[in-house]
């Protein structure tokens, strides 16, 4: 199912954010939004990929890049008003 394949690119996420000493974790609809988010009968689980990528893996990186999610963030990712949005737990 598209939820499953996006929980699995999400997990898939998670593991390269422990390298980087970041733990996230989302949501139950999260997964849920996304798959939806990226439904296309033309192009079907590749645009579901890039969906994640776009939504959640594009602005973790750029987080890190620009210094706001640093080694130690705790993040929830959750899905809100038809966007992704990252809590960070404070330190």
Same mark, same amino acid.
């Given at each position: 199912?598209? %939820? /499953?394949?996006?929980?699995? +690119?999400? @997990?898939g996420i998670a593991g390269r954010m422990e390298k980087a000493k970041i733990a996230i974790k989302w949501t139950p609809s999260l %997964? @849920?939004? &996304?798959? #939806?988010?990226?439904?296309?009968? #033309?192009?079907?689980? +590749?645009? &579901?990929? +890039? !969906?994640?990528? +776009?939504?959640?893996?594009?602005?973790?990186?750029?987080?890190?890049?620009? =210094?706001?999610?640093? %080694? =130690?963030? @705790? &993040? !929830?990712? /959750?899905? @809100? #008003?038809?966007?992704?949005?990252?809590?960070? #737990?404070? %330190?």
């Amino acid at each position: 199912s598209r %939820a /499953r394949i996006t929980s699995m +690119r999400l @997990k898939g996420i998670a593991g390269r954010m422990e390298k980087a000493k970041i733990a996230i974790k989302w949501t139950p609809s999260l %997964a @849920k939004q &996304l798959a #939806e988010a990226g439904c296309s009968e #033309e192009y079907g689980a +590749r645009e &579901l990929r +890039r !969906t994640v990528d +776009r939504m959640v893996e594009q602005p973790l990186a750029d987080g890190i890049l620009d =210094g706001v999610f640093k %080694a =130690g963030a @705790k &993040l !929830t990712i /959750r899905w @809100k #008003e038809g966007n992704v949005v990252f809590d960070q #737990e404070a %330190a």
